[in-house]
């Protein structure tokens, strides 16, 4: 993060660590300036709203962020079995991130059915292994989601999703798109740090020095500011912003 210029970051537990959200909420109590947590939160178990409260209020956690990459999963999006959480987590203000790929119609019905709950669909709602145009074949379902007010869009793994070499040309039109129909606010940089095909300086000078069509104004908001205000959580202004824009 020093190297690349990064101020402050959002992390995710990993995988392997299923519900136990730990070893990441220790890193941000040690560096409270500097990480704040997505949680993960097991959905699929008995409902109890309290649960999530509390889970919520450990310092450093700032949300949840949950995984419908199964077909187990798809009730809690497209019918009633997970209401109990989207309710539970708008009446609390708790911000909610979504992996779901090819789930956009679910994504769609909570948004619509709870219009206080703040939800960011990862990695644009692409799916792991896609590149190029394959990655993109769901762009106008994903677009259309931008006339519900509480959603908002995580421009994260860009990289990941083509074959070409950086600057990634063929994608810079999809971005484009993205931002014309949700703008700066509902937009929200990230690198997916893990799995990236390129160093995190360049998945920051990706935005930065290739989308000329972004203002400092829109950088400024999409690099952090407006995942800050979406998260309620201080924002520590990166290095790159201080030396560019």
């Known amino acids: 993060m020093n190297t690349a210029g990064v101020g402050s970051a959002v992390l995710v537990p990993p995988y392997w660590m299923e519900f136990d959200n730990s070893y990441v909420l220790s890193a941000a109590q040690i560096h409270p300036s500097r990480f704040g947590v997505m949680g ?30 199964n077909p187990k999963m798809l009730s809690f999006l497209n019918d009633s079995s997970g ?88 994608l810079h039109p999809y971005l484009k798109s993205i931002y014309a129909k949700f703008g700066r606010e509902r937009l929200f940089w990230g690198s997916d740090l893990s799995r990236l095909p390129c160093s995190y300086r360049l998945s920051i000078d990706l935005f930065i020095n290739e989308l000329p069509w972004l203002s ?23 290095q790159f912003l201080k030396s560019t824009i």
């Open 83 to 170: 209401d109990w959480f989207w309710e539970a987590a708008a009446s609390a203000n708790i911000p909610i991130m979504l992996f779901a790929p090819g789930m956009l119609d679910g994504i769609a019905r909570v948004a619509q059915s709870f219009p206080d709950l703040s939800l960011a669909i990862d990695h644009m709602g692409i799916g792991r292994g896609l590149r190029d145009e394959d990655a993109f074949t769901h762009w106008p379902e994903l677009l259309e989601l931008s006339r519900f007010p509480n959603v908002s869009i995580k421009l994260s793994s860009v990289p990941i999703f083509s074959t070409h070499s950086y600057p990634y040309l063929n």
């Open 216 to 238: 400092k104004q829109d950088l400024r908001a999409i690099m952090g500011q407006s995942l800050n205000n979406w998260l309620d959580w201080p924002f520590s202004k990166p």
């Open 40 to 69: 993960r939160f097991d959905i699929t178990a008995e409902p109890d709203p309290d649960r999530l409260l509390t889970e919520f209020r450990k310092p450093g956690m700032l949300g949840f962020r949950l995984h419908f990459n």
